[in-house]
Nanobody, 129 residues
């Protein structure tokens, strides 16, 4: 079973940048598509973006397209989320997740309906105005 640990969260001013990391245990990291999600206070978890096993393709939610970039380093078992032009509405706990199938990550709607099983513990990002 893959285990995930996010890091890199913190407090940043509006307009600033942060890079989150998600380190995975296990030797089969490159067998999984990776996704990033977030949950703002009082809201449900939402899909932000995902990356294919090889890192060759990425997909983003409209709310972050053009500002956030996902990348991965399979040699380091790590996936990254570069966040630029941050705004107060980006304040949330950010989670990474894995799934053998990219589609499962991309079609995420709610925790209740998803089949994604492996999540990190989350890292808090707070954007001040």
């Amino acid at each position: 079973q893959v285990q995930l640990v996010e890091s890199g969260g913190g407090l940043v001013q509006a307009g600033g940048s942060l890079r989150l990391s998600c380190a995975a245990s296990g030797r089969t990291f490159s067998s999984y598509a990776m996704g990033w999600f977030r949950q703002a206070p009082g809201k449900e978890r939402e899909f932000i973006g995902a990356i294919t096993r090889s890192g060759g393709s990425t997909y983003y939610a409209d709310s972050v397209k053009g500002r956030f970039t996902i990348s991965r380093d399979n040699a380091k078992n790590t996936v990254y989320l570069q966040m630029n032009s941050l705004a107060p509405e980006d304040t949330a706990v950010y989670y990474c997740a894995v799934d053998p199938t990219l589609h499962t990550l991309v079609v995420f709607t709610t925790d209740k309906d998803t089949t994604v099983e492996v999540w990190g513990q989350g890292t808090l990002v707070t954007v001040s105005s």
